[in-house]
């Protein structure tokens, strides 16, 4: 894995959403309990730093899943793994991005987490599939790995 891998970077933000899940617990199970925002401007600003973390890795998540598919299209493999990673992704953003405005509208939902949840568990399955997939025919992987080495002229 290299910085250069898309793969690397799905899971170093899986790594950022799970750090930005216990951010959320934390401030709301332990430091904050009876914390509810009375107004806009406190959800808002609630919203910007608590949630900040979790926006951050959903939104790198996308990214990165459709970054690593485009790269897989262009090689002529997209598989099935890839396309259920951004399909995944994308769930949990639009979940996301309706959990936030349930909270701008101070109007609790507990749907839109149920979407963010599922669409992250959707990610990390395909990409543990997509693993043992790799693993099972090695020149594949082999191959992959070299596309997303630095060449040695590069800085």
Do not use: C
């Amino acid at each position: 894995m290299t910085r250069n891998d898309p793969r690397t970077w799905i899971w170093i933000f899986v790594i950022v959403e799970f750090v930005g899940l216990g951010v959320d617990a934390l401030w709301h199970g332990v430091l904050h309990r009876d914390f509810e925002p009375g107004t806009l401007r406190e959800m808002v600003s609630h919203l910007a730093t608590v949630h900040l973390p979790l926006y951050a890795g959903v939104l790198g998540l996308l990214g990165s899943t459709t970054w690593a598919l485009l790269a897989r299209v262009k090689r002529g493999k997209a598989g099935i793994a890839l396309p259920l990673a951004v399909m995944g992704a994308a769930v949990q953003t639009v979940g996301e991005a309706w959990h936030a405005y349930s909270h701008l509208m101070l109007w609790p939902n507990p749907l839109p987490e149920l979407f963010g949840f599922l669409g992250l568990l959707t990610v990390i399955v395909s990409m543990l599939g997509s693993r043992r997939a790799l693993r099972e025919r090695p020149e594949e992987a082999a191959s992959a790995h070299r596309e997303h080495r630095p060449s040695r002229g590069s800085g």
